[in-house]
T-cell receptor, first 112, second 111 residues
C-alpha cells in the first residue's frame, strides 16, 4: 500500500531563517505531488504541484519554493522566513493525472 | 472568482443521529467532487468522492449527493459516532490536478 511521510511534525523558526520541509511517498511511482498551506480554522490553499521530477507549478506568489529532486520526494523551501509563513503545511500525492489526493499528517510551522 | 464554500461552519449532532453537511460550489466546469475528514493535528483523510456523471454515491455509513442544477453537494453520515467528530471539507476540481477546498464544517457529536 502507499504511504506518505512528512517531517518534521512541528517546527519553530525565527524570522529570516531558512526552511526545508520534506515529503516522501512510498508504494507508488510517478505520482502527482502537492504542497498546501492551511491557516488556523481555514481551508487548504494549494501552493505547488508537480507532475514529475524537476517539474514544479506554483499557484500563488510567495516567499516559498518547491523542488522535486527524486520521483517520490517533494521539498518545500524558503531562504528567509516571514511571520506570515506560519501555518500548517500539508503534502499530498495522487496517481498521475487522477484523483483523489492523499495527505500526509502535516508540519506545524511557527515563526517567531 | 470560482469558489467552493460550506453553508454552515459548525454542526452539533446527537450520537446515533444522521448528519448532513452541505457544500455549495460555483464553478460550473467542476466535474469531480470529494469529501475529506480532518481530525485535530492531522492531515485530511479521504472519505468519498463523486464525478459529475453521478447524482449519488454510497460508502460505509456515508453518502454523497450531487445536485448539479443548483451546484450543491452534501455528505450524509448515518448513525453518527463520537469518532465522527472532526472538520469536514468539500473540494472540487475541473481537471485532474487541482482541488479547490471549502472552508470546512466542524462536526461535534454529543453523547
Amino acid at each position: 500500500s502507499q504511504t506518505i511521510h512528512q517531517w518534521p511534525a512541528t517546527l519553530v523558526q525565527p524570522v529570516g531563517s531558512p526552511l526545508s520541509l520534506e515529503c516522501t511517498v512510498e508504494g507508488t511511482s510517478n505520482p502527482n505531488l502537492y504542497w498546501y498551506r492551511q491557516a488556523a480554522g481555514r481551508g487548504l490553499q494549494l501552493l505547488f504541484y508537480s507532475v514529475g521530477i524537476g517539474q514544479i507549478s506554483s499557484e500563488v506568489p510567495q516567499n516559498l519554493s518547491a523542488s522535486r529532486p527524486q520521483d517520490r520526494q517533494f521539498i518545500l523551501s524558503s531562504k528567509k522566513l516571514l511571520l506570515s509563513d506560519s501555518g500548517f503545511y500539508l503534502c499530498a500525492w495522487s496517481v498521475q493525472g487522477a484523483q483523489p489526493q492523499h495527505f500526509g499528517d502535516g508540519t506545524r510551522l511557527s515563526i517567531l | 472568482g470560482e469558489s467552493v464554500g460550506l453553508h454552515l461552519p459548525t454542526l452539533s449532532v446527537q450520537e446515533g443521529d444522521n448528519s448532513i453537511i452541505n457544500c455549495a460550489y460555483s464553478n460550473s466546469a467542476s466535474d469531480y467532487f470529494i469529501w475529506y475528514k480532518q481530525e485535530s493535528g492531522k492531515g485530511p483523510q479521504f472519505i468519498i468522492d463523486i464525478r459529475s456523471n453521478m447524482d449519488k454515491r454510497q460508502g460505509q455509513r456515508v453518502t454523497v449527493l450531487l445536485n448539479k442544477t443548483v451546484k450543491h453537494l452534501s455528505l450524509q453520515i448515518a448513525a453518527t459516532q463520537p469518532g465522527d467528530s472532526a472538520v469536514y471539507f468539500c473540494a472540487e476540481s475541473s481537471n485532474d490536478y487541482k482541488l479547490s477546498f471549502g472552508a470546512g464544517t466542524t462536526v461535534t457529536v454529543r453523547a
